[in-house]
């Protein structure tokens, strides 16, 4: 079992560029979440998806979009980049939820991040 | 103020026990976890409790709840050297399917 992968592992990009980060989830998960880590901070959730929609998010701006392909891999994109969106961002996978909003599994599982730098 | 509180610095002799604490706001949370961060890495899940529980033991690590007083600890037995990383405190809250909200991280410094 892989885990959860991400890719690129380093980015450097230009303010105003945009930039699509990658994750592949944990085999058997079925749901997605971002995050992002400024440097000397805890994570900050961005947002969440599963069956391919945008199911929760956090407080970022509309310049943060996302999508979940069939086979539950994802992408973050980030538009016209600015300098403070410099970070390590984060993907975690989890396990599906049974219905009814009861979470069967509640454990999530990282990957090693992705760095990006914008200059 | 922020939601989940930690102590950003602790250091601590090799062999002996470390003790990181995090407060947490939200009364509703249903699970708090710890994770673990290494330099340059992404975060490793090393323990988590439910909300109805008092206590969690897995190896050397001992997990504390006070739901009372919004207080969760991470006690690691017989710290080594390969312990030193940064901490988080985690907290889940209901409904929101596994949304979590995280401390700054405490840094702990194993010293031999």
């Known amino acids: 079992d892989a885990g959860v992968t991400q890719s690129p592992t380093h980015l450097i990009k230009t303010r105003g560029q945009q930039v699509t980060l990658r994750c592949s989830p944990k085999s058997g998960h079925d749901t997605v979440s971002w995050y992002q880590q400024a440097l000397g901070q805890g994570p900050q959730f961005i947002f969440q998806y599963y069956e391919e929609e945008e199911r929760q998010r956090g407080n970022f701006p509309d310049r943060f979009s996302g999508h979940q392909f069939p086979n539950y891999s994802s992408e973050l994109n980030v538009n016209a980049l600015l300098l403070g969106d410099s970070a390590l961002y984060l993907c975690a996978s989890s396990p599906k939820t049974a219905g009814q909003g009861i979470q069967m599994n509640t454990e999530a599982f990282f990957g090693q991040g992705t760095r990006l730098t914008v200059v | 103020g922020e939601d989940v509180e930690q102590s950003l610095f602790l250091s601590v002799r090799e062999g002996d026990s470390s003790v990181i604490n995090c407060t947490y706001t939200?009364?509703?949370?249903?699970?708090l976890y710890w994770y673990k961060q290494e330099p340059g890495a992404g975060l490793q899940l090393l323990t988590y409790?439910?909300?109805?529980?008092d206590m969690k033991q897995d190896q050397r690590l001992t997990v504390l709840l006070n739901k009372k007083d919004k207080h969760l600890s991470l006690r690691i037995a017989d710290t080594q050297t390969g312990d030193s990383a940064i901490y988080f405190c985690?907290?889940?809250?209901?409904?929101?399917?596994?949304?979590?909200?995280f401390g700054s991280g405490t840094q702990l410094t194993v010293l031999p």
């Open positions: 409790i439910f909300s109805n529980m």
């Open positions: 985690a907290e889940s809250r209901s409904g929101s399917a596994r949304q979590l909200t």
């Open positions: 939200d009364s509703s949370s249903t699970y």
